[in-house]
């Protein structure tokens, strides 16, 4: 199984930005593609954004698309969720994911490995 540990969250205003990291260990980081997921409170968590193994693939949800952005730095064995203009509604606890293999898994199911997640407050 690969380690991963994210980081970057915070308490931001509606419409700033944040970028979180995941940082992985344990694995060859490049065998595995990547994804993001969020809870908000009282609600089940979603999916947010993918990146395959060699980046040169992504997909993000309808409701963060043209504001969020996966990228990934094998060398650094980390990927990160770039995330502009952030509203209240993107509150919640931010995870990272890994799955061995091809493709761009968006369903929880697929991924394998999960990070504790990272806590993203936007205030109003």
């Known amino acids: 199984q690969v380690q991963l540990v994210e980081s970057g969250g915070g308490l931001v205003q509606a419409g700033g930005s944040l970028r979180l990291s995941c940082a992985a260990s344990?694995?060859?980081?490049?065998?595995?593609?990547m994804g993001w997921f969020r809870q908000a409170p009282g609600k089940e968590r979603e999916f947010v954004a993918a990146?395959?193994?060699?980046?040169?693939?992504?997909t993000v949800a309808d409701s963060v698309k043209g504001r969020f952005t996966v990228s990934r730095e094998n060398a650094k064995n980390t990927v990160y969720l770039q995330m502009n203009n952030l509203n209240p509604e993107d509150t919640a606890v931010y995870y990272c994911?890994?799955?061995?293999?091809?493709?761009?898994?968006?369903?929880?199911?697929?991924?394998?490995?999960w990070g504790q997640g990272t806590q993203v407050t936007v205030a109003s």
């Open positions: 990146i395959s193994r060699g980046g040169a693939y992504t």
């Open positions: 344990g694995r060859t980081f490049s065998n595995y593609a």
């Open positions: 994911a890994a799955r061995q293999g091809p493709g761009i898994p968006n369903t929880e199911n697929s991924f394998k490995s």
